[in-house]
């Protein structure tokens, strides 16, 4: 039905190839089918979201144009849409990220104290990364869990009700979690 | 009051499967629609029932889909708003993670009435998790024939898709929710033409949000007529709230339009009254974007009128002394809450989310939050509140999408209401 299924080019660049896995592939053709026929443009969020998770954590130049490539298009219209959205990230982050709410329904219930109490407690602002690559700090507007508020994200897993006590668990048990119990559903498996 | 429609089967245990959803009479409505009615007479249904969007400008829904261009032999499409970035709101999430089959149900029946063929529900990426929910009950819903091809042996055949969002508020509005789901940043544009000649891939489309398309199922199934019968004059049906802030019980509740504002904050059926035992200071009851009210005028109108939960009643005295309904995203603030710290933050999220196309909306939220800053940490001079007062009366009305007003109602209604307290900073 589709004749713009992509097919696996092998993207090298700086001797360091860049691709997704077959199957992860197959989850892309699949993707780009539910949008009309030369539509395909319609399917860079949820790519990069795979992108970005699948290769590297943040966007790369080299993903970006990879990613270009697969949906046949211009690069720069890769690059306008990555910068625009906050959720895509362009420089390396750490392992998890903390995204910490502080729009008003959360400021009012403690979140600024919670946010604070990160800072503190990891010696890096907001925008940084912990020195052993762990954790990076970010501050983000309204999750849209405001009513089990404050609240954050890590990776973007729901984490409500936080308090200093709470974030500080929080922090601690992702150091202990191994590499296994650390993969949640990633993007390419929400899609069926 | 308390009637459910919407999340009267929330609590069911295992109601996110379609065979519980099915064994508690879900998808009776869509069988009703699909099987004994014309999409005509379903739209006719919604137009009876009254019902009003409920992403945030309460614009009747039956009258919306009537504007959409049937003559055109381009497809058709539905666009689910399921963005949900408004401080302050998170009723749909709420909708959706527990009943992913009630929308799926307004879905089908929405689309059986439009003719749309293609239905993409565009949700904000930060949920995540459920866009493997509603996958899966997609997923469902097809293999029991309520999608796909052939519905229930009908002609009608319908796919649904669910888009993810990346992170931007901006993207709620329509016209910018089109642009991002075409794949590219979402920068609203300029009406006309609207959505039902020219959206999606320049196609008629209905942009419509969760909780307005999964009403659409309890319509058709208790009839249009019974439906306008809920509610409080042309307010009808039922509205969720989501209720945030110093009170005692948050979360989502759904109300029978005509609540006594004062019954929801204190009743413990809802939100429990105030914590910690505290004074009622402030309410903004549409989401961050609607006007502040004072304690007084949110529990009665200017006229002495109690204040209801109607589209009507809370916008009673027109922004000098009322608000809107919105979004239902009700932010309470209690006698400790600072209202130049909270406008100020306010502030600082529509600057952040303004898409920068239109100069009054992109500069003129950069010197609000600016100055309000400035006067949050002691360091504001007394003119600057009648600045404020006129950069945020440059933005209103002067820009391509509603953002710049949305930005600039809370600075102004917060000055209207709480100008003391400014000066009081700044002194
Ligand atoms: C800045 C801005 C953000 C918006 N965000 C949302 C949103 O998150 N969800 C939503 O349903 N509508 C949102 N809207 C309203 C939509 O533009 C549109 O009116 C609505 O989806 C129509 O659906 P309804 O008629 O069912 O309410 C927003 C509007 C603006 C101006
Ligand atoms: S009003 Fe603001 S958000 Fe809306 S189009 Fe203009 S700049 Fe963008
Ligand atoms: S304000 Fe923090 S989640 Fe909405």
Redesign the pocket.
């Known amino acids: 039905m589709q004749d713009n299924k992509i097919k696996h080019h092998l993207f090298v660049r700086e001797n360091k190839s860049v691709a997704f896995s077959g199957k992860t592939l197959e989850k892309v053709n699949s993707l780009i089918s539910r949008y009309p026929e030369g539509r395909q443009k319609s399917a860079l969020l949820p790519v990069l979201h795979i992108a970005q998770e699948e290769l590297g954590g943040y966007l790369s130049v080299d993903v970006m144009d990879y990613v270009a490539l697969l949906l046949n298009l211009n690069p720069m219209e890769v690059y306008e849409v990555a910068t625009f959205y906050s959720m895509f990230y362009l420089e390396q982050v750490g392992k998890y990220v903390l995204e910490v709410c502080h729009t008003g329904p959360c400021a009012i219930c403690g979140g600024e104290e919670v946010l604070q109490h990160i800072k503190d407690y990891l010696h890096i602002d907001t925008g940084e990364t912990t020195p052993d690559g762990m954790f990076t700090l970010k501050e983000v507007e309204c999750l849209g869990a405001c009513g089990s508020g404050p609240s954050m994200q890590v990776n973007t897993e729901f984490y409500e009700h936080m308090t200093a006590k709470q974030v500080e668990k929080v922090i601690e048990d992702l150091r202990q979690k191994t590499e296994e119990e650390g993969s949640s559903k990633g993007w390419a498996e929400q899609f069926s | 009051m308390g009637r459910a429609i919407l999340l009267d089967k929330a609590n069911i245990p295992g109601i996110r499967a379609f065979g519980v959803y099915r064994a508690h009479g879900g998808y009776n409505a869509a069988g009703k629609g699909l099987l004994e009615m014309t999409p005509a007479q379903v739209q006719q249904e919604v137009i009876k029932s009254g019902l009003r969007g409920r992403g945030g400008a309460g614009f009747p829904t039956g009258l919306k889909w009537s504007f959409l261009d049937r003559k055109s032999t381009r497809p058709r499409y539905l666009v689910c708003n399921a963005d949900e970035s408004e401080p302050g709101t998170f009723k749909d999430r709420y909708l959706m993670e527990k009943l992913p089959h009630l929308l799926i149900e307004g879905l089908i029946l929405s689309s059986y009435a439009l003719g749309v063929r293609t239905c993409y529900i565009y949700i904000r990426g930060e949920f995540k998790y459920l866009v493997g929910i509603l996958e899966t009950a997609i997923r469902e819903a097809k293999k029991n024939n309520y999608l796909g091809e052939k519905i229930l042996g009908t002609d009608f055949s319908l796919e649904i898709y669910v888009h993810p969002g990346a992170g931007a508020y ?1 993207c709620g ?1 329509e016209t ?1 929710l089109l642009e991002s789901l075409e794949g590219k940043r979402g ?2 544009r300029i009406k006309p033409p609207f959505p039902a000649y020219k959206g999606l891939y320049d196609c008629p489309t209905v942009v419509n949000n969760v909780e307005t398309l999964a009403a659409v199922a309890p319509v058709i199934g208790m009839g249009g007529e019974t439906y306008s019968k809920l509610g409080f004059g042309k307010s009808t049906g039922t509205k969720l709230m989501s209720a945030c802030g110093n009170i005692n019980k948050p979360g989502v509740y759904e109300i029978e339009m005509g609540l006594p504002v004062e019954d929801f904050i204190y009743s413990d059926e809802y939100c429990g009254g105030i914590k910690n035992g505290k004074m009622l200071k402030a309410v903004i009851p549409g989401g961050s974007s609607v006007p502040i009210l004072p304690a007084d005028l949110i529990l009665n109108t200017s006229r002495g009128e109690a204040r209801l939960l109607t589209y009507e009643s809370l916008a009673e005295g027109g922004f000098e002394s009322g608000s809107m309904l919105g979004s239902g995203g009700f932010i309470v603030y209690d006698e400790d809450a600072c209202i130049v710290r909270n406008t100020w933050n306010l502030t600082r999220f529509y600057r952040h ?6 100069s ?3 500069e003129g939220t950069g010197w609000m939050e600016r100055i309000l800053y400035r006067i949050e940490h002691g360091k504001g001079r007394m003119s600057d509140i009648d600045l404020l007062v006129r950069v945020a009366k440059n933005i209103e009305g002067n ?6 007003d949305a930005a600039a109602w809370p600075v102004a209604s917060a000055i209207r209401h709480f100008r003391g307290e400014f000066e009081a900073h700044i002194k």
């Open positions: 901006i509005e910018a920068n609203p989310e303004s898409c920068g196309q239109c009054p909306c992109r820009t391509i999408c509603p953002l710049g």
